[in-house]
């Protein structure tokens, strides 16, 4: 957390704050990642039982740029709940790295593995890109 504030200049948040506590400024955009399967449903089904998910939820409502990089491995990638879910907050404005171009879901119990090759850069480059003004059309 320390490195992460002394490069943005604000602090990292993991809990709410108390009552009267100044609030956190509203981000520029939001990478989550990894981003696991009971982390992508939960947040499309509106549950916010964590601070982390009770913020992607508000954001998400305040049209904040966002950006997910999944983890995930092929078994619950094709659970109709995961594809609803995914489909549901796409629908929202949320922007999904998943399938061609973005991260590919692994076979079952590989994961351990394949933390070390995880794709960072696809987020970093997709919140990015969100973060640089339209050129205007001529």
Same mark, same amino acid.
């Given at each position: ?5 002394? #490069?943005? @200049?604000?602090?990292?948040r993991s809990q709410y704050s108390k009552?009267? /506590? ?38 998400? @409502? ?15 990638? /094709? ?17 999904? &790295? ?5 991260? #590919? ?11 070390? /090759?995880?794709?960072?850069? &696809? @987020? ?15």
């Open positions: 957390p320390a490195a992460i504030a002394d #490069q943005t @200049g604000s602090p990292v009552p009267g /506590s100044p609030r956190s400024l509203i981000p520029d955009a939001i990478l989550v990642a990894p981003a696991t399967y009971n982390t992508i449903n939960k947040w499309a089904h509106g549950i916010s039982d964590t601070y982390a998910l009770g913020i992607l939820s508000e954001d998400t @409502g305040l049209d904040v740029p966002i950006v997910v990089l999944p983890f995930v491995n092929t078994a619950l990638a /094709s659970r109709a709940p995961f594809r609803r879910s995914v489909e549901s907050l796409r629908a929202e404005g949320v922007t999904i &790295l998943l399938g061609p171009g973005g991260f #590919q879901p692994h076979p079952p119990r590989t994961g351990d593995g394949l933390i070390g /090759s995880y794709p960072w850069h &696809l @987020g970093l480059d997709e919140a990015e890109r969100m973060l640089v003004p339209a050129l205007p059309n001529p």
